[in-house]
């Protein structure tokens, strides 16, 4: 079962929600990067549940602890980068109604499809979003490699229960759209609680997440990325374009069910003379003047702003009564699932959407960089 991204830059991601400890091994960083532990530290804390009321109960420090791949000074030396995080406060007793009776939604049932009764079901095993906290280890060092470059990687909650953000302003490839993308930016750099350019929004996002909590039910939402700094010519075309390899390494992250890129399916209701995104001349470069593309034509970056969305369905572990089927009786039966979860996905995702977008990025630039 690999459970690897990338092809110069490669993520092996392993574990499971209740194994002794999940973590990753990183090939191909490139050697004399200074890691800031612990702005990486901050980074993977983001994600780091039972720290808000709309968040699992089950509370975790999430403390990444890099076991190779770092000289003495802390620089990355050459050699594969190895870190773990440990499970501390697993309960798998929670889950025994669950070793023959699959969730609705779940990966219970094609886990058990596959592997037959092998599967580790605790926690959802290895389809567990506990496994994003390492792709966060290995993104977060990313971003620190692409930040040293100019290039910066964010995200926020674009949409949550229907309640929607201030989208980045990312379509419009002005110097005044850029100016206040660039603020938008740096606005979600501050620490916020809700990780929204709005923070009105973002309250009531807040208010109707625990309404749904409190009816005991879950809701999805949309996270939106974008990537400033990359130059024109990234990239490569047809099967290992930017598109491709984004939408590859997104899709890995539990509860993704959709992914666009700049105007995305909007662009299917649109004439090609309002799609297109006209070129003129600025400083002695042809910039594209729109960005209805979202920085990406061909599979190859275009040097305007990469922006990419990504849909999460609701958290599958509700806990009303729902339909299921005993699997070692093949009788229909009622689930009713225990133990401590999510309500929604999207507001912990956000920055695991900036560490895979930064590791496919990256991998990018060291596999087809602008020539």
Not at 4 to 23: I, M, N
Not at 136 to 149: F, N, S
Not at 209 to 216: D, G, I, L, P
């Amino acid at each position: 079962m690999p459970s690897t991204l990338g092809t110069t830059l490669r993520v092996t991601v392993f574990g499971q929600s209740h194994s002794p400890a999940v973590g990753c091994v990183v090939e191909g960083l490139p050697s004399g990067l200074k890691v800031d532990v612990e702005a990486l530290a901050e980074f993977v804390a983001r994600r780091a549940p039972g720290r808000d009321p709309w968040s699992t109960p089950r509370k975790e420090p999430d403390a990444p602890r890099i076991v190779s791949g770092l000289n003495p000074n802390g620089e990355t030396c050459g050699a594969p980068l190895a870190a773990i995080i440990e499970n501390t406060n697993t309960r798998s007793v929670d889950y025994n109604n669950l070793l023959t009776v699959p969730r609705p939604g779940h990966a219970d049932f094609t886990a058990w499809a596959k592997w037959h009764g092998s599967q580790d079901v605790p926690g959802g095993g290895h389809f567990s979003g506990r496994l994003t906290g390492p792709l966060c280890v290995a993104g977060g060092i990313a971003m620190q490699w692409l930040a040293a470059r100019g290039v910066t990687v964010r995200a926020h909650a674009a949409e949550l229960a229907g309640i929607e953000d201030v989208p980045f302003s990312a379509l419009d490839n002005s110097p005044e759209s850029a100016a206040e993308l660039a603020r938008q930016v740096e606005a979600l750099g501050d620490g916020r609680r809700v990780p929204v350019i709005d923070e009105e929004a973002g309250e009531r996002m807040v208010e109707a997440v625990m309404a749904a909590r409190s009816e005991k039910d879950t809701v999805g939402g949309v996270v939106e990325c974008v990537t400033l700094g990359l130059p024109a010519g990234v990239g490569s075309p047809m099967f290992d374009g930017m598109e491709n390899v984004l939408a590859r390494d997104l899709f890995g992250i539990p509860s993704v069910k959709g992914v666009e890129f700049g105007r995305g399916f909007a662009a299917a209701r649109l004439r090609g003379t309002q799609n297109n995104d006209p070129y003129e001349v600025r400083d002695g470069v042809c910039v594209p003047v729109t960005n209805n593309a979202g920085g990406i034509l061909g599979g190859i970056t275009t040097g305007a702003p990469l922006l990419v969305r990504c849909a999460f369905k609701p958290i599958s572990s509700v806990m009303v009564e729902q339909d299921s089927v005993d699997l070692t009786t093949m009788e229909p039966t009622r689930l009713k699932v225990h133990g401590r979860h999510d309500t929604t996905a999207v507001l912990r995702a956000v920055p695991v959407v900036e560490a895979v977008c930064a590791l496919a990025v990256a991998d990018a630039i060291l596999t087809w960089p602008a020539e």
